[in-house]
């Protein structure tokens, strides 16, 4: 059975709408870049690549109905020496387009790797946001010969369980994506964002743009991210680093570092004050200079460690 040409959208009128909503939003992208679609098992990949050309390969996985340009507040610091590599994911929102449903989590380790392999990539650092960062953690356990340095922005799961408050609200908004409650879900989640007029107008574009996806796009099937286990972490051969936001809901951003202390010791584990779930955007500038100086320094290990800029 032949796939229509707006798969994976609902109809051709949908896919207009949203493609037209997202390339007005790239029209922010605040540096010069190309783009690549590249073929894999799961489907076409759409990537933002922009840096110097001769700059080690940082790859930048979204957020869980997030894009390659949820990583807009950050790129332009990220890509200074580093050649970036920003991906929409081939089974969520954005350009890419998936060929088979996903349905487990070695899905997204298979597909990455293909994704690399067209790329020419043997070796990359990787860097993850929420469930983009689950995602990457999965690829460096399985693939750690493959993987210079990690970053692991505000993780969803990964290390510790949510918490019934998020999951009781996400289902809410799974089963009612209305703007009322969708406006109260992402404003719960990022209570620092709104505190800014700037954040809180981005927080206010997002809730606009996944109202958007859901009506656009084909429903597809949710893969839950998991805990990591005491043996995994062990197990996680490549240098990382731990980047939350002290007020993040997802799970409690002292115990997960505490718990990376005692299981993973060689995990640098850094918290910033005055910040949320969505530490891209509450906290850019000190997202930028840890990941610079972790990338930068490897050899560098602090787990927990307190700083006078506002490092918990």
Not at 7 to 30: G, V
Not at 83 to 90: F, G, K, S
């Amino acid at each position: 059975m032949a796939i229509a040409t707006h798969h994976p959208f609902r109809s051709r009128e949908a896919k207009q709408e949203y493609l037209h909503f997202y390339d007005r939003l790239a029209e922010q992208w605040p540096v010069e870049s190309e783009t690549r679609v590249v073929g894999t098992a799961s489907g076409q990949t759409f990537i933002r690549v922009q840096g110097p050309v001769d700059g080690a390969p940082l790859v930048l996985l979204p957020g869980d109905t997030e894009t390659s340009l949820s990583w807009l507040p950050v790129i332009e610091g990220l890509s200074q020496d580093f050649r970036t590599y920003a991906i929409d994911h081939v089974y969520d929102n954005g350009r890419s387009v998936y060929a088979r449903e996903m349905s487990r989590p070695k899905d997204f380790v298979d597909w990455l790797g293909d994704v690399f392999d067209e790329m020419g990539l043997s070796r990359v650092n990787l860097a993850g946001y929420s469930y983009g960062g689950w995602q990457a953690a999965l690829y460096a356990l399985a693939h750690p010969n493959c993987v210079d340095r990690l970053v692991l922005l505000a993780p969803a799961a990964t290390v510790l369980s949510p918490g019934p408050m998020l999951l009781a609200r996400a289902v809410l908004y799974h089963f009612l994506p209305i703007q009322f409650v969708a406006r109260n879900y992402f404003r719960w989640y990022g209570p620092d964002a709104v505190k800014g007029e700037r954040t809180r107008l981005r927080i206010d574009e997002m809730v606009e743009e996944d109202l958007l996806a859901r009506r656009c796009f084909k429903r597809r099937k949710f893969i839950p991210p998991t805990r990591l286990t005491d043996a995994n972490w062990r197990e996680l051969a490549v240098p990382t680093l731990f980047l939350i936001g002290e007020n993040d809901r997802t799970y409690s951003a002292r115990r997960a570092v505490c718990r990376l202390r005692r299981v993973a010791p060689k995990v640098e584990g850094r918290i910033v004050a005055e910040t949320d779930h969505y530490i891209r955007l509450v906290s850019s500038d000190w997202v930028v200079r840890q990941t610079l100086r972790f990338l930068r320094e490897p050899g560098s290990v602090a787990a927990g460690a307190a700083e006078a800029d506002g490092t918990l």
